[in-house]
T-cell receptor, first 115, second 115 residues
Framework: GEKVEQHESTLSVREGDSAVINCTYT??????FPWYKQEAGKSLHFVID?????DRKQSQRLTVLLDKKAKRFSLHITATQPEDSAIYFC??????????????FGAGTQLIVIP | AQTIHQWPVAEIKAVGSPLSLGCTIK??????LYWYWQATGGTLQQLFY??????VESVVQLNLSASRPKDDQFILSTEKLLLSHSGFYLC??????????????FGEGSRLIVV
């Protein structure tokens, strides 16, 4: 089955710098790739997603890139702020017809923004 | 606007005791509903999903059960808790029927400590 890996367990950046969190997946048929943010002690909140029909999507300071050939996608955060500090989870979704809403999550990357 | 409410917020329970966690979604009819489990510091594991009242599919076996007694309610339960049940339980909903690549919206979670 699908396996999603996040390569950085922890990432520290200085406030104002950019942060990049990378994920890889194994199932070439995966077609939907969301990102979630989890602040300390709290639940997950959706931040941005990308579908396999595009290779780039931007929303304000967040950009997601998708490289289907390499089976890799990444979250880019520009002009980081202390409130960006959180655990970020990437996920991949299997194709239509398999287990409904079966998002396969990565293990999470703890982003620390140093003021 | 849709709201999702989980209860209780936190519980400390003894091994062997029963458990019931609840989730209610308001503002959206016939949502897809999900239960996820997050071990302390760990990644997310989907436990159950439901696309309609009375219909629940199990994704992993963890000596837990789930039910959907009403369109807007999802219940997670067990008759005998194990130490391994400790963790953070998240209820989630999604909009689109029959499509796996849809966004999940999570509740605030129920934190369970089994002693």
């Amino acid at each position: 089955g699908e396996k999603v890996e996040q390569h950085e367990s922890t990432l520290s950046v200085r406030e104002g710098d950019s942060a990049v969190i990378n994920c890889t997946y194994t199932d070439t048929a995966s077609s939907y790739f969301p990102w979630y943010k989890q602040e300390a002690g709290k639940s997950l909140h959706f931040v941005i997603d990308i579908r396999s029909n595009v290779d780039r999507k931007q929303s304000q300071r967040l950009t997601v890139l998708l490289d289907k050939k390499a089976k890799r996608f990444s979250l880019h955060i520009t002009a980081t702020q202390p409130e960006d500090s959180a655990i970020y989870f990437c996920a991949a979704s299997p194709p239509r017809g398999s287990a409904l809403g079966r998002l396969h999550f990565g293990a999470g990357t703890q982003l620390i923004v140093i003021p | 606007a849709q709201t999702i409410h989980q209860w209780p917020v936190a519980e400390i329970k003894a091994v062997g005791s029963p458990l019931s966690l609840g989730c209610t979604i308001k503002g959206k009819s016939s949502p897809n509903l999900y239960w996820y489990w997050q071990a302390t510091g760990g990644t997310l594991q989907q436990l159950f999903y439901s696309i309609t009242v009375g219909q629940v599919e199990s994704v992993v076996q963890l000596n837990l059960s789930a039910s959907r007694p009403k369109d807007d309610q999802f219940i997670l339960s067990t008759e005998k808790l194990l130490l391994s049940h400790s963790g953070f339980y998240l209820c989630a909903w999604s909009l689109t029927r029959g499509f796996s690549g849809n966004t999940l919206y999570f509740g605030e979670g129920s934190r369970l400590i089994v002693v």
